[in-house]
């Protein structure tokens, strides 16, 4: 929650240069409060435990939260119940008449086809054409992030040799961001991917900004203010054991796959690995929340206007 002081105090300007959260007497003044519509477009196969980690970031603050759970309209999943989809779930065409103040687009295990080869890529890019008039705020997670940079700036993904897979060094480039409240100069961050985009294509885009990078993995967070959007290539949601379902997963069908580095202590599979990225979770969600919070319309018809701004 930010802090009330008043704008000609010394610290004002000090706290505002850190990123500190800080509103003015007037604002405070004439600020409405309700719950926040937040929804998940959810990609993933495993979807309950997908929505269990979100929910459980987006859910930590003391905002009111609305979540809705949205799904392709034509892709059925394979790892997840009828029952389950049935009852939790909105088909995008349903939901597209809805106004949300955030929504985050989760990854999806397709990274090797290209983006118009996927079933339901036609119906992803009206998605991500729909945020800019229903939407405050979109995120990007993982490939959903890199969707949503190639449909609105043309910056491409590229195919790894080796996967990028464990726990990476990461290092904030902005200090002042509001999103990165709290953070670390220095983190760790999850990261299990095989593709990845370069921070020269993203520079060339323009009008990104790269919050979280890292020397071994690339750029790890990017803001998109044209679009009021993030994007994160990495995963702060992951639970402890998500690394290691997956090491296990490969190994149990003998795909050629590395120990995740830096994830188990001394690098050995048979000791129980550590959760230390969840704070930073919880702060990069929380701030993300906190920001929607300060910037929505009040009434959820205007956003996506010329009065959301």
Known sequence: MPIKIPSRLPAYDVLKSEGVNIMSESAAARQDIRPLQIGLLNLMPKKIQTETQFARLIGATPLQIDFTLIRMSEHQPKNTSASHMEAFYQSFQEA???KFDGLVITGAP????PFEE???WDELKE?????QTNVHSTFGVCWGGMAMMYHLHGVQKHMLEH????CFRHKRTDNSSHYLRGFSDDMVV?????TEVRQAEIDTAGGLKTLLTSSDSGPCLVEDQKYRALYVFNHFEYDRDTLKEEYDRD???????NVPVNYYPDDDPTRPPENRWRSHGHLLYGNWINEIYQTTPFDLSLIGTDSDS
């Open 190 to 194: 999850p990261v299990s991917r095989w």
């Open 163 to 166: 996967k990028a897979f464990g």
């Open 127 to 131: 998605v991500m054409d729909w945020t």
């Open 110 to 113: 397709i990274e090797h086809l």
């Open 118 to 120: 996927v079933s339901y």
């Open 251 to 257: 190994i149990a069908n003998g795909t050629p796959i």
């Open 96 to 98: 597209k008449s809805q």
